[in-house]
């Protein structure tokens, strides 16, 4: 017999440091009030996810787009 119940979201037991620059995080802060995040944290990881699913959706356009950072 199946559960209709949502399975409990997966733990979150790493915690990942990154730098970023001034405007980088104005960018972030920008967005996660645009969208509504709880906060920074679940902003960063909303943004992480997108960023993956672009690059198994449409390859091409992810690569234009970190072309673009390298290049910034």
Same mark, same amino acid.
């Given at each position: 017999?199946?559960?209709?119940? =949502?399975?409990? =979201? ?6 990942? %440091? ?22 920074? !944290?679940?902003?960063?990881? !909303? ?7 672009? @690059?198994?959706?449409? =390859?091409? @356009? ?5 072309? %673009?950072?390298?290049r910034?």
């Amino acid at each position: 017999m199946s559960s209709d119940k =949502p399975s409990a =979201p997966e733990k979150r037991v790493e915690k990942l %440091q990154i730098m970023v620059a001034d405007s980088e995080l104005a960018m972030i802060d920008d967005w996660r009030f645009e969208n509504r995040a709880a906060s920074r !944290s679940a902003a960063i990881r !909303s943004l992480i996810y997108l960023g993956l699913e672009l @690059t198994k959706s449409d =390859p091409d @356009t992810a690569a234009k787009l970190l072309d %673009q950072l390298d290049r910034a």
